[in-house]
């Protein structure tokens, strides 16, 4: 898809060509009655427009250099409405540049000193001289890229002291322009195909809402033996909100509330926990609290027990922990040979609950092949959750171009779900969230399958959704193998059930 450049000032346009010379772009002179004629430059142009050039900084976190892109550019008549430019930014980041994504002010002349501060209180990220009138009258979706000249405190109207602001702006610029290639080559529409059921299950749901509900009834900081679950978003939120995250309870200050996570935890947590007079409240997710009750169970009666999970996995060290002695973890069908048991006729399997069913089943296969008296678990532990979200990302697999799972990378059942779409034949790609996706992954795709973990928040499809969309429309349907309708309650010690 074609590209126009429009820029307002000559300098502007001397960075954005020196970056991409193989864009068209206009100069069209300072302030808001040029930007305004300045739509009419670019009135036949079906392509996407891009109003590029500096900005002064208001937030004071932005410092000459830093790149600004816009979600939203505000006039004095008006907010308008800019397409989501997370993948545009993804783009920019991994190439080193510091990049921002936000509001951006419109204003009739240069601001400075109170007015600043006072348009900074509003949110906004930057300030130039054009782009909500350009965009206004282009009536079209815009992107904006601005590079800041000043900071907050280093304001423009003097020329001498931000020289050196305006040469980082021009290097900036001129490195952005020449990504902006990189970007403008996946433009164009595309079908989204959402998986159904998919993002955050019952188990996660439940830990997170705990997290929440235990900062409403006592206060910050609470503290979280491990990530609450596997997802950096969620992680990052609960600690804006005054969660403290710890790797084991000996951080946790005598007497004060830690939470687990929804892997579990081992007994030995739970003493230790105790020794230091903890007030515990437990997420472990039900459904890993039944593989630990059925450890104990096969312990109990003599079986040596082989985990099929992923060593050094959270929830696998909880579940080793319920019977040291007699767990064995293994992870593949090559392993099963070299299993060795106290005795044959007394050997169970259990599972991690977020493994691939089909892998873990030709596993288990393998074991009864090996102990045909194998014992297993009263019903599947591979969860519902797991099972309904790798069956959703097959039936995606097969008829889409590439299958984008949006998880954690330490998250095991968001990987799962990348390589089941690659064994059911799709190209997969797990991403954290939207400018976590790389222009390259969408050249030639035509049909996006999206899904996401079981740990990750249904808020982060949606930012893909709407990066997406930002590139060319979409249209969004959805393919739906199960309903899930599972709700776990919360314990005793939060919320209503205090
Ligand atoms: S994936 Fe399954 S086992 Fe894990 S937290 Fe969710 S519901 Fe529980």
């Not at 009258?137 to 305006?166: C, F, K, M």
């Not at 609290?289 to 104990?296: D, N």
């Not at 996706?437 to 079981?454: K, N, Q, S, Y």
């Amino acid at each position: 898809m074609s590209l126009a450049v429009l820029t307002a000032m000559g300098i502007e346009a001397r960075a954005v060509r020196g970056g991409a010379p193989w864009a068209r772009v206009e100069k069209f002179g300072i302030g808001p009655a040029r930007a305004e004629q300045a739509a009419s430059l670019v009135s036949g142009h079906d392509g996407t427009v891009v109003i590029a050039g500096f900005a002064g900084a208001l937030d004071e976190r932005l410092q000459p250099g830093d790149i600004v892109l816009a979600s939203e550019l505000r006039g004095p008549d008006g907010t308008v409405a800019c397409g989501d430019p997370a993948i545009l930014a993804g783009v920019l980041r991994r190439a080193g540049l510091r990049v921002y994504v936000g509001p951006i002010v419109s204003s009739r002349r240069i601001v400075h000193g109170a007015r600043r501060r006072e348009l900074a209180a509003t949110g906004a990220l930057a300030v130039d001289m054009e782009s909500a009138w350009l965009a206004e009258a282009h009536g079209r979706p815009v992107v904006t890229l601005r590079a800041v000249s000043d900071s907050q405190d280093q304001e423009i109207y003097r020329p001498i002291r931000v020289a050196s602001g305006v040469r980082a702006a021009f290097r900036s610029l001129r490195q952005a322009s020449a990504l902006l290639g990189e970007w403008a080559d996946v433009l164009g529409e595309r079908e989204i195909v959402l998986g159904s059921p998919r993002a955050s299950c019952a188990g996660v749901v439940r830990a997170v809402d705990i997290v929440r509900q235990a900062l409403a009834d006592r206060g910050a900081p609470i503290y979280v033996r491990k990530q609450i679950v596997h997802n950096a978003h969620v992680v990052s939120e609960l600690e804006a909100l005054g969660a403290v995250f710890v790797e084991e309870v000996d951080e946790v200050p005598e007497g004060a509330t830690v939470i687990y996570s929804a892997h579990g935890v081992s007994p030995a947590v739970r003493q230790a926990a105790a020794e230091r007079d903890l007030d515990v409240i437990d997420a472990t997710c039900p459904l890993v609290a039944k593989v630990h009750a059925e450890t104990r169970r096969f312990a109990r009666r003599g079986f040596d027990i082989v985990l099929v999970g992923h060593e050094g996995h959270e929830e696998v060290e909880g579940t080793i922990g319920e019977a040291p002695d007699r767990v064995r973890v293994i992870s593949s069908v090559e392993e099963v040979e070299a299993v060795a048991v106290a005795d044959p006729e007394r050997v169970a399997y259990l599972t991690q609950t977020t493994l691939a069913v089909d892998e873990t089943a030709l596993v288990v296969e393998a074991l009864r092949e090996r102990f045909p008296a194998l014992a297993g678990p009263r019903s599947d532990d591979i969860c519902y959750a797991t099972q309904n979200r790798q069956d959703a990302v097959r039936a995606l697999a097969r008829d889409c171009d590439i299958v984008l799972v949006v998880g954690s990378q330490n998250s095991s059942n968001s990987r799962r779900l990348v390589e089941v779409a690659e064994r059911a034949g799709s190209r997969s790609q797990l991403i954290e969230r939207a400018d976590d996706i790389r222009p390259e992954l969408l050249r030639d795709v035509r049909r996006v399958g999206l899904t996401a973990g079981a740990s990750a928040p249904e808020e982060l499809v949606e930012g893909v959704v709407s990066a997406l969309d930002a590139l060319g429309s979409v249209s969004v349907s959805e393919r739906v193998v199960a309903t899930e309708s599972i709700q776990f309650k919360l314990p005793p010690q939060v919320g209503r059930n205090r």
